[in-house]
């Protein structure tokens, strides 16, 4: 119920158990409703992973430190695992020095002493840095019920005064959700191990907001980052990619998945220099945008074992395949443990299927991407709770094909994209899919694509697969496909076998439960970035800080 009247000139937009007011001639505070779907699949995660967190202090997983702040207890840690991990825990010092909380202003929020720290960490605490309009962290403070405390900021003014305006509107008190308006940079730097979540979702890359971010979020807390900035993610910049990310992005049918595992890797590389890791609870790439929940822990111990976590992508230049270059590995011998260089590389001078030369992108994360009892548990949350949720049944989809995606196949195939290669026409992807399953491989669809296939199986045995198909269903020769000629003038090792097998059916698809649901509308994706108009021309604000401005977040 909102706590008073809408002002002459504005209209209620209503979302979740959120209300926010919007002018009716500006759109500075527009509402996308395209992202719902983040919304509510965040409230969601919040609500699991809180609940989680609280479970673990209750059994003594993670304990509170002498400054008051959340902790691996190392001799639990040494003997089970938590969200997935192992290993010990120091959480005490960052950077070889003991960490201090740097009494940070913002507005509406009081500098912290380390004595008044130590009695709010019996709370948990969110931080949304790039708050806008405060849509989000008001469905936070009103949906998340073990969500004590949220921290509201954005760099612009305008936006905090909407924040102000809608969590009065809201009938929200300060103690809830405090409202800060500064560089969120500045605020997570002076709050270090203060968040047991954060949440960013700029308009664009996150990628100046993660190093600060790493270090604010509490040990065992959660990361939710969002990067729209697709283009660069997903092939069509490398270069830019590189500068943003550190990685070279590849513009081939996985890009979607590539990105991802890029927005990891980069994650990783920022813990990794304050001693830290990540584990993925969830990774996604929905729509237009790319969007991961992360576990931050404290361990130079596990920190070692990132190269083994990180691996670089050969793809060939003449037809779909790729292959994968760990950049570490890991020996066991007597009880050590010793870490060294990969062996590489793992492809020939050219593709053994066309020739060409080889392109190589990333280094990605090639770790597994979702905690798979996480998934499990967050399906089961959603199903018991799905009438708080708008978008219910979208997100239903996504997290049924994540909970059956294999784990240990990084990227996909593109089933349409091989056949293209050779031009000929695709098999049912039900066929193609038993055929890889009757040679003895794991086969599962992918949330990135409807057309794609993730599987154990070698690009060799793929190919063989669609050389048999192509000796059933014979193709027009062309002189002039070189590629396509040299891809299917190679004898098959394996004769395909295209009977239907049951295991190339995910459960999903034998209940009929919808896997990949078409958009509500036209037109659904993102809007332009918020910025103030003059005349016919939009000027951007500060593009160096928070670049949301009054976007409906």
């Given amino acids: 119920m909102e706590g008073g009247s809408v002002p002459s000139g504005y209209r209620v937009l209503r979302e979740g158990a959120a209300s926010i007011l919007q002018r009716e001639e500006d759109e500075d505070a527009f509402y996308n409703k395209a992202q719902i779907v983040n919304r509510d699949m965040s409230v969601a995660v919040l609500r699991q992973f809180l609940s989680n967190l609280r479970q673990e202090i209750e059994n003594g997983e993670l304990v509170r430190t002498r400054k008051g702040r959340v902790a691996q207890n190392k001799d639990v840690a040494a003997s089970k695992e938590t969200a997935g991990t192992k290993g010990n825990v120091e959480v005490e010092k960052t950077n070889g020095q003991e960490t201090e909380n740097c009494n940070g202003h913002a507005r509406g929020e009081e500098a912290e002493d380390p004595a008044a720290l130590r009695v709010e960490r019996e709370s948990f605490r969110l931080l ?3 708050a806008a309009s405060g849509l989000r962290a008001i469905r936070y403070a009103k949906e998340v019920k073990d969500l004590d405390t949220v921290v509201a900021n954005d760099f612009d003014r305008k936006a905090t005064d909407a924040i102000d305006r809608n969590l009065a509107f809201n009938d929200i008190s300060p103690e809830k959700i405090k409202s800060s308006c500064q560089d969120a940079r500045i605020l997570m730097l002076n709050n270090p191990l203060a ?6 979702d700029p308009y664009g890359s996150p990628a100046i907001f993660l190093d600060s971010a790493v270090q604010a979020v509490a040990d065992g807390g959660m990361l939710l980052v969002t990067a729209t ?3 660069v993610l997903c092939g069509n910049n490398s270069e830019v990619c590189w500068s943003k990310y550190g990685s070279m992005s590849l513009r081939r049918p996985y890009c979607h998945e590539m990105a991802v595992r890029i927005l990891l890797s980069t994650i ?4 990794n220099r304050y001693k830290r890791y990540i584990v993925p609870l969830l990774s996604l790439s929905v729509d237009f945008y790319v969007r991961v929940y992360v576990r931050v822990y404290t361990s130079a111990k596990m920190v070692k074992q990132t190269p083994t976590k990180l691996a670089y992508v050969y793809q060939s230049v003449g037809c779909d395949s790729f292959f994968l270059q760990p950049v570490g590995q890991m020996k066991t011998a007597d009880q050590s443990v010793k870490f060294s260089a990969a062996v590489s590389p793992p492809v020939p001078q050219a593709c053994e299927e066309t020739g060409s030369a080889f392109y190589m992108g990333g280094p990605i994360w090639s770790a597994p991407i979702h905690h798979q009892g996480f998934v499990d548990s967050l399906l089961n949350l959603i199903h018991a709770q799905k009438e708080s949720f708008g978008a219910y049944e979208k997100i239903h989809s996504i997290l049924t094909v994540v909970q059956e995606e294999l784990k240990d196949a990084p990227l996909y195939v593109s089933l349409h ?3 293209k290669t050779v031009k000929c026409t695709p098999p049912a992807a039900n066929l193609f899919r038993s055929a890889i399953v009757n040679a003895g491989y794991s086969v599962s669809s992918t949330h990135a694509n409807p057309l794609g296939t993730k599987t154990n199986a070698p690009m060799s045995v793929l190919w063989d697969i669609i050389r048999s198909w192509v000796k059933e269903h014979p193709t027009k020769p062309n002189p002039h496909l070189t590629y396509a000629n040299k891809i299917l003038s190679k004898e098959p090792v394996l004769k395909a076998n295209f ?3 049951q295991k190339a059916l995910s459960k999903a698809q034998q209940q009929g439960v919808p896997r990949f649901l078409p958009n509500p509308e036209e037109n659904w994706g993102p809007k332009a ?6 005349g016919k021309r939009k000027v951007q604000d500060n593009e160096g ?9």
């Fill in 128 to 130: 949304e840095g790039l």
């Fill in 229 to 231: 900035d697709m283009a």
């Fill in 499 to 501: 009977a239907r097998a």
């Fill in 195 to 200: 968040y047991h979540a954060i949440d960013l």
């Fill in 529 to 534: 970035r918020a910025g103030r108009k003059i």
């Fill in 545 to 553: 800080g928070d670049t949301k401005r009054t976007r409906a977040h």
């Fill in 268 to 271: 990783e590389a920022h813990a």
């Fill in 417 to 419: 994209d091989m056949c």
